[in-house]
């Protein structure tokens, strides 16, 4: 045996490597059933990044539907509720380039909510079929009314409201809401958040 | 020599408070008009309990405490309420809120006052009490009402009371000349609270550069256990956690309480306002404000009313906008600039600032970190902040909680020391709001996943049922057109033998008899449908009676008696004129042709009606079974405690509630259709046929109010569910259940709402129907009917009124709760959204209440 | 008076960068005044050039990358860096030396990196060794301690080294204390210094001179707060006490620690190189560590190592190691028990 080695060492040497392969082969099997971590499902992740606003802007019905797709070869850029952010998070999240988003610019990103004017309604329930997350309340012939905080925004029940008494309204910044903005950084000349100016008295 | 700790970092800028010293304490001129928000403090903002054009006095409350972490506001001056709305508030934002503006009379009455003269000997409750009534705050900067906090004891073993006198912000010496002018007061008030929360030791924790008011309160002080520790001057040695830290040593957790290691903290100006409050028994109207910088003339301080518009404050120490560089709300360290000179005082300004551009130039550009470690030496919180604001400037939040970006007290030393100029507490507390919103927003996802969910598998499961149905419809209908043809053919056997039997009869006979039989057919048929009546105009005189009995045990108004009085003998009336008719019927002589045609036309329609009232019958009871089933499944959830369950049982009671009302409405468009068809027909019998119509009308209403209390019941009991499960998700304490379960309970209350509508509604029909009745007919019958009908009905809507009302005020309870314990734990965010809740909840319970009023003028309306 | 928003506080200390940097400039002057008077106009012109050069390479990146650059030429970074990076060239370094050593560390080793602030290592070291690698038998000459020896290159004379005539400065160089302790070969130490017999004391009172010039520079940094103890203190300790234990345990094939501290660029190092704060670790705790790290590297790179100084290198690798150690010496909290440990979830 070790005669033959010696007289074969390029034989010897092969058999060796291929030995420590099988070696290490079995090895990292083992350990990859050992402490295999049960990662989220890619569709979970995928869904837990984006907004759960279930507008069906993406073209699919809800957010889970968009989730699977896009584990599934769908474009990452048609979530406009979710904007920049959320894109450039399933991107990093998918391994893929990030593209623009394919959505009007002027609506990224903006949060809104849904409101009735209450006098105007009718009473038709139309609305409240479309809402994805029963957010409207409401019965037949009598106001309907939408809870603000479930409301996602998804404009879904504009559209069906026979009288139009629909409106979508940006979430506006009271003095509870309001908070700082992050500072302009280095070398930016400090420009006064100047309001008002003022005579003022003597 | 008491032992004395310190703590990490800290600063020494210039105190510059001698300005301010120069002059005593001194009232500033009575404003011409206050401006009061309602919300000076940490919590919830107050309701106004006063109206545009009341005259109100000094010290009068104008505004309630709403829910527990609350405050009463008071009138700081005497006159007219001129407006409440929004108005600019001295904040940050420098945005709006609600206020109440009044405008002096000039006079400044006071209401009278009070005091709680024994109160060495007056029990904690009482003592509480008066502090609550008089609005009392936190007066060192965060407003948080001084009640609760004297409530500590209830929940911890409290052993040290710190009474915070440090006023280690520069330029700042309210506190300083508090001392100085009332240092028997203060140390009066430092006995009540000791009285309040008994602690073993009572620390006053003065900097050592206050000497004046440390020998004043040293003074006053002789003879009681209250110590006076003079510490170090060190900024921010009076931040709360700092000056335990200081004179106990004792660290206040992460996110803790200082209750949680056995202190109680509170400001001096507030134990002065506390000894004011129950010595004099005056509210908190006024507080001790510095005016300093160099920007003014007179620097001193003012005893200023709260609402004073700053601008008159201003204009009395001589202001000259011209050198100021900015107006800062607070001390140097961390006031905030304001936007506006039209800002009133509140009860948490301590100093109005406007210094020159000397002593704050405009800031520096921001240069890049060089991480020289100045701003870490400096934190009194211990953190690093370079690390800190590297996370927050690269918006990478998870990270920047990591190295506890929330036990920075935005004391803004590193600011201070950072020779870069980075506006380090700019950076903080906009990264702090942006994790804040970015969990709201989180959290709101998750929500609206679930409720999608939900929804879907609602959706589903309705689906599958439809077709289950039509399936057995269809099954059904083939058995039946299966035994109808067997019937069918069995018959014509009969027939057949029948025809082969009896073929020598003659004509003449059966005619007469099937004549004979048709006569006694309408006959009974009259008969039936008077018994119809007679027992809807049965159940209506009881109806009457139990509706006066009950007015009578409510102790309703004589008039209101009266006309109950008159329904009921209206209905005694007309059952006895049914009655008759019955007994004529019965006697077979009087059965006239016409009778009988009119009879017959009656009797038509009345089985017509019978039959689609049978319908919508089964129809309702179908619903209400639909809507118990739901309810069922809703308790069943609750049981189980899955929120996602509950919501998702939630959704299928407002399908069943739904439901219920369509069957109720189509029950009403029924009822309607008799009215028309007994209008059209031949007048002869008009009597009887109206009577009879508005009779129906009596018992589809009697249906559909039947359906409509219901729906009013269901959606009563899932609001009650819906408490529960909050009550039950309250004391799991997962913040996230409890606001699933608050919304619950908003949908549940916005559903009986719903349901008190539909009743109402309901309401305002059969009037209408009744009305539209010709009125040839017995004008009794037709008061009878409406007005009986009107008044079981409004008896409905107002207990179903009542109920929302009822359970509204429960649940703003409930959410008062919740957000009393939010705020034990301190958590702002939890805080802040309990406030939400409680706020809501009490928009419900004004609504309830708002209805119930509705309902109760309607009635007399409908009475007349 | 206009009503403008601005985030508290309101009040600031009336010290900025620039001014940070300056009295580090200012602290160097002893220093450099020292080797100057010891060792002639070499480090002088060595500063002086190196700083022209690194400004004027510094405007030009940021004129390159679209920004001004007047602020960031008055914050008086890049002239720090060259000047402690002239101060560590030997004296008479030629001027192209010096040019690349300022286009390293200006151009390179900051603002490639994103500029002041996020370079993660040192500047003027990164430049240092580059140069030691690149040059080293330059490097390590060093110039005899003229004025004990009465060879002084005039200003002409040195004028004419540094612009293109080496050999001039050759005659006055020689090697390092370290560097000629370094090559001793086979000699036991004191025979080493028994043997040099015109180095010793003079060479060796020259060379602690300067050293304990820069320490007073440092000392008076320190008193003015401009860093902290933590790293000077732990850098010089652990490396003394490393070179104590080496040298009491044998004494014949270890530097004393008289000569790890007093020559070199021991001191040099130790307050004004490894207390740069951007590339330095940031907690108190840490710079303990990254100090100490140090120290144990120059003391391992100056015994065993090929290069006869480890100052450059030990910080780099130190530099390497901040971030790590940042994460690790987070400091505990207000309020917290424990110091967090490393960026773990603790989820
Ligand atoms: S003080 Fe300023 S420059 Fe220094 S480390 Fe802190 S943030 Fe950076
Ligand atoms: S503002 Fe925050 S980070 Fe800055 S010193 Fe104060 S506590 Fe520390």
Redesign the interface.
């Known amino acids: 045996m070790t005669t033959f080695f010696s007289q074969h060492p390029v034989l010897a040497a092969v058999l060796g490597l291929l030995l420590l392969a099988l070696v290490f082969g079995a090895l990292l099997g083992y350990a990859a059933i050992r402490y295999k971590v049960e990662g989220n499902p890619i569709v979970e992740q995928i869904e837990s990044l984006l907004p759960q606003t279930q507008c069906g802007q993406c073209s699919y019905p809800g957010c889970r539907p968009y989730a699977e797709a896009i584990a599934n070869g769908e474009e990452i850029n048609k979530c406009p509720p979710g904007g920049e952010s959320t894109m450039i998070a399933l991107a990093d999240l998918m391994g893929r380039d990030p593209v623009p988003l394919d959505a009007d610019p002027d609506t990224i990103g903006m949060k809104k909510v849904a409101f009735i004017r209450e006098d105007e309604c009718i009473g038709c329930t139309k609305c409240i079929i479309a809402c994805p997350v029963d957010a409207i309340v409401g019965a037949t012939k009598l106001m309907h009314t939408v809870i603000e905080r479930d409301c996602t925004g998804c404009e879904l029940c504009v559209a069906p409201c026979p009288v139009d008494c629909m409106d979508m309204l940006p979430i506006e910044t009271t003095a509870k809401t309001w908070s700082?903005s992050i500072?302009q950084g280095?070398?930016a000349r400090f420009q006064?958040?100047?309001?008002?100016?003022?005579g003022?008295q003597a | 020599m008491r032992s004395l700790w310190d703590?990490?970092g800290g600063?020494h800028?210039?105190e510059n408070k001698q300005q301010s010293l120069q002059q005593p304490l001194a009232d500033a001129p009575l404003p011409k008009k206050v401006v009061l928000p309602l919300q000076q403090h940490i919590g919830a903002a107050s309701e106004p309990i006063v109206q545009v054009g009341d005259k109100v006095k000094t010290g009068q409350c104008i505004a309630k405490a709403d829910g527990f972490v609350s405050a009463n506001i008071h009138a700081s001056i005497s006159g007219t309420v001129v407006a409440i709305d929004e108005q600019p508030i001295p904040h940050?934002s420098?945005m709006s809120d609600l206020c109440i503006s009044i405008e002096s009379d000039g006079l400044d009455q006071w209401v009278d006052l009070t005091p709680v003269t024994d109160w060495q000997t007056a029990d904690t409750e009482t003592l509480i009490q008066a502090i609550a009534k008089a609005g009392i705050v936190g007066l060192g900067g965060a407003g948080f009402p001084t009640a609760v906090k004297a409530r500590t004891r209830e929940r911890h073993a409290i052993d040290t009371l710190v009474i915070n006198a440090a006023e280690c912000e520069?330029y700042i010496t309210a506190d300083d000349i508090s001392m100085q002018t009332y240092p028997e007061q203060i140390i009066i008030g430092a006995q009540i609270l000791c009285q309040l929360v008994n602690p073993s030791s009572c620390l006053i924790g003065v900097e050592d550069n206050k000497s004046d008011a440390i020998k004043a309160l040293q003074k006053a002080a002789q003879g009681t256990h209250i110590e006076v520790v003079v510490i170090p001057t060190k900024y921010p040695s009076g931040g709360e956690?700092q000056l335990i830290?200081i004179l106990t040593g004792r660290?206040?957790?992460?996110?803790?309480l200082p209750a949680d290691i056995g202190v109680v903290c509170q400001n001096v100006g507030t134990t002065l306002a506390i000894a004011q409050a129950i010595t004099l028994g005056q509210p908190l109207v006024s507080r001790v404000v510095t005016l300093t910088g160099n920007?003014f003339t007179r620097r001193q301080n003012l005893q200023v009313r709260l609402g004073t518009p700053i601008h008159e404050l201003l204009a009395y120490a001589g202001y000259n906008?011209?050198?100021?560089?900015?107006?800062?709300m607070?001390g140097?360290?961390?006031?905030?600039?304001?936007?506006?000179?039209q800002l009133p005082v509140v009860k948490t300004t301590n100093c109005i600032?406007a210094?020159t551009a000397q002593e704050?130039p405009?800031?520096?550009?921001e240069?890049?970190?060089?991480?020289?470690?100045?701003c870490?030496?400096a934190c009194?919180?211990?953190?690093?902040p370079?690390?800190l604001h590297w996370f927050a400037k690269a918006q990478e939040f998870e990270?920047a909680q990591?190295?506890?970006l929330f036990?920075c007290i935005?004391c803004?030393?590193c600011?201070?020391?950072c020779?870069?100029?980075i506006?380090l507490?700019?950076y903080y507390?906009f990264a702090k709001s942006e994790i804040r919103k970015e969990s709201e927003e989180a959290k709101k996802a998750e929500r609206a996943k679930i409720r999608f969910e939900q929804r879907q598998a609602r959706l589903e499961r309705e689906e599958a049922e439809k077709v289950a149905q039509r399936e057995a419809r269809m099954a059904a209908a083939a058995a039946a057109t299966a035994a109808k043809k067997a019937a069918e053919a069995s018959q014509s056997t009969n027939l057949d033998s029948a025809t082969g039997t009896s073929a020598h009869n003659t004509a003449a006979a059966p005619l007469a008899t099937a004549s004979h039989a048709a006569t006694s057919q309408l006959d009974e048929a009259a008969l039936k449908k008077l018994k119809i009546q007679r027992a809807a105009a049965a159940v209506a005189l009881k109806k009457a009676e139990k509706a006066l009995t009950e007015a009578k045990d409510n102790g309703v108004d004589v008039e209101t008696l009266n006309t109950l009085d008159q329904q009921l003998n209206a209905a005694q009336q007309k059952l006895n004129t049914i009655d008759q008719q019955l007994g004529k019927e019965i006697s077979p002589a009087a059965a006239t042709s016409s009778a009988n045609a009119t009879a017959s036309l009656n009797a038509g329609a009345q089985a017509e009606h019978e039959k689609a009232l049978k319908q919508a019958k089964i129809a309702a009871a179908a619903s209400k079974a639909a809507v118990k089933k739901a309810e069922k499944a809703l308790i069943h959830a609750r049981e189980n405690e899955g929120v996602e369950e509950i919501s998702a049982k939630e959704q299928a009671l407002v399908i069943a509630q739904n439901l219920a009302q369509k069957a109720a409405e189509k029950l009403e468009a029924l009822n309607q259709a008799p009215v028309a068809a007994s209008v059209a027909a031949p007048s002869q019998s008009a009597s009887t046929v109206e009577a009879n119509s508005s009779d129906t009308g009596q018992a589809e209403y009697e249906k559909a109010l039947k359906q409509a209390k219901i729906a009013a019941a269901a959606s009563k009991a899932a609001v009650k569910k819906a408490e529960k499960a909050l009550i039950h998700a309250r004391e799991n304490e997962g913040a996230e259940e409890i606001s699933a379960k608050e919304q619950a309970l908003v949908i549940a209350q916005s559903l009986a709402q719903k349901a008190a509508e539909k009743l109402e509604a309901l309401n305002q029909t059969p009037v209408a129907a009744s009305v539209a009745a010709p009125s040839q007919p017995a004008s009794t019958v037709e008061a009878n009917s409406s007005a009986e009908t009107g008044q079981a009905e409004y008896e409905k809507a107002l207990k179903q009124a009542k109920i929302a009302a009822a359970a509204s005020k429960a649940a703003v309870k409930k959410a008062e709760k919740a957000l009393a314990q939010a705020q034990e734990k301190g958590d702002a965010t939890e805080i802040d959204q309990c406030t939400d809740a409680v706020n809501s909840a009490k928009n419900k319970a004004e609504a309830a209440a708002n209805k119930l009023k509705q309902l109760t003028e309607a009635k007399a309306a409908i009475v007349e | 008076?206009?009503?403008?928003?601005?985030?508290?506080?309101?009040?600031?200390?009336p010290?900025?960068?620039h001014?940070?940097m300056r009295y580090v400039i200012l602290a160097t002057l002893p220093g450099l005044a020292t080797l100057t008077y010891l060792f002639g106009w070499g480090s002088l012109i060595n500063v002086l050039l190196a700083s022209a050069f690194g400004l004027v390479f510094e405007a030009i990146v940021l004129k390159m990358r679209k920004?001004?650059p007047m602020?960031a030429l008055k914050?008086n970074?890049a002239l720090l860096t060259c000047v402690l990076l002239g101060l560590a060239l030997p004296p008479l370094a030629p001027w192209w030396m010096l040019a690349t050593g300022s286009f390293v560390a200006i151009v390179i080793a900051k603002q490639l990196y994103g500029?002041?602030?996020?370079n993660p290592f040192n500047p003027a070291m990164v430049a240092y060794a580059l140069l030691l690698i690149a040059f080293p038998v330059e490097m390590t000459q060093w110039i005899s301690p003229a004025r004990l020896l009465e060879h002084t290159p005039d200003l002409v004379s040195s004028l004419q080294a540094v612009f293109g005539h080496p050999q001039i400065a050759d005659a006055f160089t020689m090697a390092t204390p370290l560097d000629g302790f370094k090559h001793k070969g086979e000699l036991m130490a004191d025979e080493y210094w028994r043997q040099n017999a015109f180095m010793p004391e003079k060479v060796w009172e020259a060379w602690a001179l300067s050293s304990i010039a820069f320490m007073l520079g440092g000392l008076f940094l320190l008193w003015k707060?401009?860093?902290?103890w933590h790293i000077p203190v732990a850098f010089l300790g652990s490396l003394g006490l490393l070179s104590l234990l080496a040298y009491g345990a044998d004494a014949s094939n270890f530097a004393s620690p008289m000569i790890h501290l007093f020559s070199g660029a021991t001191m040099l190092g130790a307050f004004f190189i490894a207390t740069d704060?951007?590339t330095?670790a940031?907690?108190?705790k840490g710079?303990l560590w990254f100090g100490a790290g140090i120290g144990v590297l120059v003391f391992v790179i100056r015994t065993w190592g090929n290069y006869p100084d480890a100052v450059a290198f030990s910080v780099l690798l130190m530099n390497f190691a901040a971030p790590l150690i940042?994460y690790y010496s987070?400091?505990?909290?207000?309020?917290?028990?424990k110091p967090?440990k490393g960026?773990?979830?603790d989820a």
């Open positions: 700082w500072p280095p070398n006064a958040n100047v309001f008002a100016t003022d003022g | 703590f990490h600063i800028p210039d940050p420098g520069p956690k830290k660290e206040v957790p992460s996110g803790g920007a906008a011209a050198i100021a560089s900015r107006l800062v607070g140097p360290m961390m006031g905030f600039s304001l936007l506006s000179d600032l210094p704050f405009d800031p520096e550009p240069n890049p970190c060089i991480r020289c470690g100045m870490e030496q009194p919180a211990e953190l690093l370079q690390q990270k990591l190295f506890n036990d935005e803004g030393a600011a201070y020391v020779p870069s100029h506006p507490v700019q507390r | 008076m206009a009503f403008i928003r601005v985030s508290s506080p309101h009040l600031h200390r010290l900025s960068t001014q940070v920004r001004n602020p914050d970074s500029g002041l602030g996020n707060k401009i860093f902290t704060p951007v330095a940031t907690s108190n710079k940042d987070q400091p505990r909290s207000f309020g917290h028990k967090r960026i773990k979830h």
